[in-house]
C-alpha cells in the first residue's frame, strides 16, 4: 500500500525566507509524486508533479521539489517566501499499479508568512 | 473552462437528513473520486470510480453512497447524515492515461446538526 508522511503541521518563516516542506512516501513500485496548494476557502491547486525523468522539479510560483529515491522523499522548496505562499500545503503519491485512480495524501503542512 | 463542478458549495443538514452531493466534470475524465477533508487529517478517500457503472470503495465509505452512469456525472449521496459527517467535501477527477493528475472542484462545506 502507499503512503505519505508529512512532516511537521505547521510551518513559519519569515517574508523572504528559505521555505522547505517535507514528504516522505512509501510505495513498493515507482511512484507519481504531487504537490498541491490549498488557499481558504479553496480547491486544490497542482503546484508540480514528478513522474519520471529529472528528478528536480520546478513548478508554479517559484515552488520546486527533488525526488530522492534513496531517501523516498519528495521535499517542496522556495527561496524566498512571499506573503501570498501562505495556504496549505498537500503532498499526494500514486502508482503505475493506480494509474488513473485516485491519489493518497499526507494530511497537510500549513504554511504561515510573517512580515 | 469550467473543469470540475460541484453543488451546493454550502450545506446545512439536521442529523437523519439524506441529500445528494452534485459532482460534474467536462473534461472526458474516465476516473473520479470523492474525499472529505477534515482539520488535521489531509485528505482521505470516501468512494472512487473508473468509468461508468464502476464504483468502489476509499479509506472511508461509511455512511455514503455513490453511482457512475454517464462520464461526466459522479453523485454522492449521504444516506443519514450524522454530525461526524459535518466536513469539506471534495470532487476530483482524473485522467486515464498518464500519470493520475487529479482535479479539483471548490469543495462543498456541510454542517450536521
Known amino acids: 500500500a502507499q503512503s505519505v508522511t508529512q512532516l511537521g503541521s505547521h510551518v513559519s518563516v519569515s517574508e523572504g525566507a528559505l521555505v522547505l516542506l517535507r514528504c516522505n512516501y512509501s510505495?513498493?513500485?515507482?511512484?507519481?509524486l504531487f504537490w498541491y496548494v490549498q488557499y481558504p476557502n479553496q480547491g486544490l491547486q497542482l503546484l508540480l508533479k514528478?513522474?519520471?525523468?529529472?528528478?528536480l522539479v520546478k513548478g508554479i510560483n517559484g515552488f520546486e521539489a527533488e525526488f530522492k529515491k534513496s531517501e523516498t522523499s519528495f521535499h517542496l522548496t522556495k527561496p524566498s517566501a512571499h506573503m501570498s505562499d501562505a495556504a496549505e500545503y498537500f503532498c499526494?503519491?500514486?502508482?503505475?499499479?493506480?494509474?488513473?485512480?485516485?491519489?493518497?495524501f499526507g494530511k497537510g503542512t500549513t504554511l504561515s508568512v510573517s512580515s | 473552462n469550467a473543469g470540475v463542478t460541484q453543488t451546493p458549495k454550502f450545506q446545512v443538514l439536521k442529523t437523519g437528513q439524506s441529500m445528494t452531493l452534485q459532482c460534474a466534470q467536462d473534461?472526458?475524465?474516465?476516473?473520479m473520486s470523492w474525499y472529505r477533508q477534515d482539520p488535521g487529517m489531509g485528505l482521505r478517500l470516501i468512494h472512487y470510480?473508473?468509468?461508468?457503472?464502476?464504483?468502489d470503495q476509499g479509506e472511508v465509505p461509511n455512511g455514503y453512497n455513490v453511482s457512475r452512469s454517464t462520464t461526466e456525472d459522479f453523485p454522492l449521496r449521504l444516506l443519514s447524515a450524522a454530525p461526524s459527517q459535518t466536513s469539506v467535501y471534495f470532487c476530483?477527477?482524473?485522467?486515464?492515461?498518464?500519470?493520475?493528475?487529479?482535479?479539483f472542484g471548490q469543495g462543498t462545506r456541510l454542517t450536521v446538526v
Open positions: 514528478y513522474t519520471t525523468g529529472a528528478t
Open positions: 473534461m472526458n475524465h474516465e476516473y
Open positions: 476530483a477527477s482524473n485522467p486515464r492515461q498518464g500519470p493520475p493528475e487529479a482535479f
Open positions: 510505495s513498493s513500485v515507482p511512484p507519481y
Open positions: 499526494a503519491v500514486g502508482g503505475p499499479n493506480q494509474a488513473g485512480t485516485a491519489l493518497i
Open positions: 470510480s473508473v468509468g461508468a457503472g464502476i464504483t
